[in-house]
Each structure stands twice: as structure tokens, then as C-alpha cells.
């Protein structure tokens, strides 16, 4: 193995899917990672200690006073040479711990001392999953900036079927590596990407206006993605309420017509530009400056075209690479096809608004992404960060053939 060896701490939580994190210990330590494992007691009545012994080729943390070596404290010497933590599977229970900063035990004491970035994936019943204790907790996670992969859908052990299976072990190992080669090698250093998200209002009168149900969440993650690739990120947001990602430059706007302007206006200098917000199509022709008073009959409100900020984009292009969004409802890759070739786009993301865990507010996007050249992608249903990270990915390998031509 030639990597630098990166220390991943595998926390495993007491659930049935314990037995895919011995596969996924396996998978990390063939990559080259020095995989440290931590069990709580109910993991061990699942796998017992020694497969991941067998498997990490450490020895495995499950108490928190075994103090082999007098000299430092076990869990703290850990969590202070961790490069990553992930909790897989991640039960309610340890989610509910470390959305609530209890520490009773290895697991919830090193994740607590630990600076390293932490993975939660959970794992567990379909309603406990959905249950708004749990979704709460989780939300809390969230905002404590752990990342959440997404459980899968289908038969779960307990015999329900929905929401709870543990993501697979390729597709933690798969994001593990993304995540490592893009810290370390910041491929996107020196290139400067600019992300739109969120909705545009649209203004009536000082009290209401014309919207969508955008929240931002999808062009913040792109943003995010791209800052922690090296590159250069100005991100145009639309009114949104999610903090700002680290790292980037965010101007925000209003209207469509704002979101023109300073989109236009930066394009030239831009290397990649992904377009997440969705953009009003119309606006009204009128505005009042005072409170429209309601009379006994009907209001019409006529309406005109916003500009296509995508189209003018497409028309200005010269070697920048171009993204656009569609969100869609019915015959979802046709019309994508049509907006990729009308805006001269190197492709189009598309999400079925119309399927559950896609599109507006959702923490998880399922997209197909569709290329000039007329390939067709269909990704699984991943979290938005994962999609985001895919699509920068994308991005980064359309700039690095452009620059090798
Ligand atoms: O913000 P979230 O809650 O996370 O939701 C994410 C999302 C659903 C908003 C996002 O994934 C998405 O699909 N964004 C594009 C939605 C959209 O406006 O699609 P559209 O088909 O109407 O537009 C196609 C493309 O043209 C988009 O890239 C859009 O930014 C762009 N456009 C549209 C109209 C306009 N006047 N100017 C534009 O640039």
C-alpha cells in the first residue's frame, strides 16, 4: 500500500447490521487505512470483538477504563489521532447520545473528545427511523456538522419494509476515499466555481410575493463540495436560512433579476458554474409600493417572463464548464435533454420532484445526470452532500480533459 495511512476510528453500535461493518472494516483496511474499531456492549452480542481484530489488525476498544498503557489515556490518544470517525450502523440509541452530548460509554466518550470530522450511518427499524425523537436527533447532527449517510430502502431484518438498512460498505468505502483524495490533494486549487441555490421572490407588494419551495440545501452542499476541493466558491444564494458554508464567498439576492446580475456579471471569470436555485420563470408585471387592500372580487395578478439566466450563460460560454438543474415531474429525461441542448450545457442534473426523498427541502436527492454527449447516469438515492461531491467530481474531470487538450 503506497497511501499515507489515514487512522479511521469504526465506532459499531449494537444492531444487526454490525455485520456489514465487519465488511466495511475489511474494505478500509485493503485501502490502506489504519482502521481502529470501537464496539458498545450490545455490538459485541452481534460480532464479537475478535473478527474486527482479525480484520482491522488492531486491537478493538470496547471499554472505556482499559487502560493498557499507563503513559496516555486510551480513548483520548484515539480521538485526538483520528482522521475520520464513523458510526456504522448507528443506532437510535448512540444517535440519541450524540445529538445530546452523553458520554457513557468508548463510543459516545472518544466521539465526544474527537476534532476529526464524524460519519453517522444509521441503521434500525422503519419507524423508529421516521420516529421525530430520532429525526430530531438527527437534525441536531446535522447542525452540529456530523455527516449523515443516508440508510437505504427495502426488507429490513425486523421483517418492515421501507427506510433503516445501513448504506453499504462499498458506498461508505467509495466516500471514504473521495473524501480523503479531495482533502488532501485539493484537485480544484486555483479554479473558481460559482453555485447558485436556493428560490427567488418574486414581489407583489411589500407584503407577499411569488415563490418556490427551494431551501437552498442542494446548491449549499455543491458549494461545500467544491470549497473542500480546493476551488475558489462564490455561491449566489436565493433567501435561504441555512448558515454559510466555510470557506465561501456568498452574495445574496432577492430576485431573479438580481440573481441575473450578479451571475452574469461574474460569469467571464468563472471556470465552472452549477446552477442549483430555482429560479422564478415569471414575475409580476406590476408591483405595488403599498399593501394591495383586498376588495369583494377576484385579483388578477398578470405576469411576465423572468430572463433565463441559464440561456444567457449557455449563449456567453467559452470553455467554462456548465451545469444546470431540472426539476422535473413527467417525462423527466425528455424535457432535461431539451433544456441541455437549448442552454449549451456539459449537463443537466435532473430531479423527479415526484418521487419521495427528491427534490425540494429533502435531505436526499435520487438524479440522473445527463450529458452533452448523450449519456444517462441514474444515481441511487444518496444525501445531498454525496450528490454534491459526485457532481464537483464530474465537474473536475470535464476541466482536467479540457486542460489536457
Ligand atoms: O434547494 P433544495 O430544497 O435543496 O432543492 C433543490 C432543487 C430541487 C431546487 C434543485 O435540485 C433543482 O432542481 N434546481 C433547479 C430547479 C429549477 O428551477 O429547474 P428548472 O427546470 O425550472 O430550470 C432549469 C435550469 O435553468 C436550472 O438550472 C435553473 O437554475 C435555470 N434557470 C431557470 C429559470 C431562469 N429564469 N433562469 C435559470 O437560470
Known amino acids: 500500500m503506497t497511501r499515507k495511512k489515514e487512522t479511521i476510528l469504526l465506532c459499531v453500535s449494537g444492531g444487526i447490521a454490525a455485520f456489514k461493518a465487519a465488511a466495511l472494516t475489511s474494505k478500509l483496511a485493503q485501502q490502506g487505512f489504519d482502521v481502529h474499531v470501537l464496539m458498545t456492549e450490545n455490538a459485541q452480542r452481534f460480532v464479537t470483538p475478535l473478527t474486527f481484530q482479525a480484520l482491522s489488525r488492531n486491537a478493538v476498544h470496547t471499554d472505556t477504563f482499559d487502560e493498557p498503557d499507563s503513559t496516555s489515556i486510551a480513548h483520548i490518544d484515539l480521538a485526538d489521532r483520528a482522521d475520520l470517525v464513523?458510526?456504522?450502523p448507528a443506532t437510535a440509541n448512540v444517535i440519541g447520545k450524540l445529538a445530546n452530548g452523553i458520554a457513557d460509554d468508548v463510543v459516545s466518550t472518544t466521539i465526544l473528545a474527537t476534532k476529526a470530522p464524524v460519519w453517522v450511518a444509521p441503521?434500525?427499524?422503519?419507524?423508529?427511523?421516521?420516529?421525530?425523537?430520532?429525526?430530531?436527533?438527527?437534525?441536531?447532527?446535522?447542525?452540529?456538522?456530523?455527516?449523515?449517510?443516508?440508510?437505504?430502502?427495502?426488507?429490513l431484518a425486523c421483517g418492515w419494509i421501507g427506510k433503516g438498512r445501513l448504506a453499504e460498505p462499498e458506498v461508505i468505502a467509495d466516500a471514504v476515499l473521495r473524501h480523503f483524495e479531495a482533502g488532501k490533494d485539493q484537485p480544484l486549487r486555483g479554479q473558481k466555481f460559482l453555485v447558485t441555490a436556493g428560490p427567488t421572490q418574486e414581489?407583489?407588494?411589500?407584503?407577499?410575493y411569488f415563490s418556490n419551495h427551494s431551501s437552498g440545501k442542494m446548491g449549499y452542499a455543491l458549494a461545500k463540495a467544491a470549497a473542500a476541493r480546493g476551488a475558489e466558491v462564490t455561491l449566489v444564494s436565493g433567501p435561504s436560512e441555512l448558515p454559510p458554508p466555510a470557506g465561501v464567498k456568498v452574495v445574496r439576492v432577492t430576485?431573479?433579476?438580481?440573481?441575473?446580475?450578479?451571475?452574469?456579471?461574474r460569469f467571464a471569470a468563472q471556470d465552472a458554474v452549477i446552477k442549483a436555485a430555482a429560479v422564478a420563470d415569471y414575475r409580476p408585471k406590476r408591483t405595488f409600493s403599498e399593501k394591495f387592500k383586498k376588495g369583494g372580487g377576484e385579483?388578477?395578478?398578470?405576469?411576465?417572463?423572468?430572463?433565463?439566466?441559464?440561456a444567457e450563460l449557455g449563449a456567453r460560454k467559452k470553455d467554462q464548464v456548465l451545469v444546470g438543474f431540472a426539476a422535473e415531474t413527467n417525462d423527466v429525461q425528455r424535457h432535461a435533454s431539451e433544456k441541455l441542448r437549448k442552454k449549451n450545457l456539459d449537463f443537466i442534473v435532473v430531479n423527479d420532484i415526484s418521487q419521495q426523498g427528491s427534490g425540494f427541502r429533502t435531505d436526499t436527492n435520487q438524479v440522473t445526470v445527463v450529458?452533452?454527449?448523450?449519456?444517462?447516469?441514474?444515481?441511487?438515492?444518496?444525501?445531498?452532500?454525496?450528490?454534491?461531491?459526485?457532481?464537483?467530481?464530474?465537474?473536475?474531470?470535464?476541466?482536467?480533459?479540457?486542460?489536457s487538450k
Open 86 to 88: 464513523i458510526v456504522a
Open 203 to 208: 414581489k407583489i407588494d411589500p407584503v407577499r
Open 299 to 310: 385579483w388578477v395578478v398578470e405576469m411576465e417572463r423572468t430572463q433565463d439566466i441559464l
Open 371 to 403: 450529458s452533452r454527449e448523450g449519456e444517462a447516469a441514474q444515481w441511487p438515492l444518496l444525501s445531498k452532500d454525496e450528490v454534491a461531491e459526485r457532481i464537483v467530481d464530474e465537474v473536475y474531470e470535464r476541466l482536467k480533459r479540457r486542460r
Open 123 to 155: 441503521a434500525m427499524n422503519v419507524n423508529m427511523y421516521n420516529h421525530p425523537a430520532v429525526q430530531n436527533n438527527l437534525e441536531q447532527l446535522r447542525r452540529m456538522n456530523v455527516k449523515l449517510l443516508e440508510p437505504g430502502e427495502g426488507l
Open 255 to 265: 430576485s431573479a433579476a438580481e440573481m441575473y446580475e450578479q451571475v452574469v456579471e
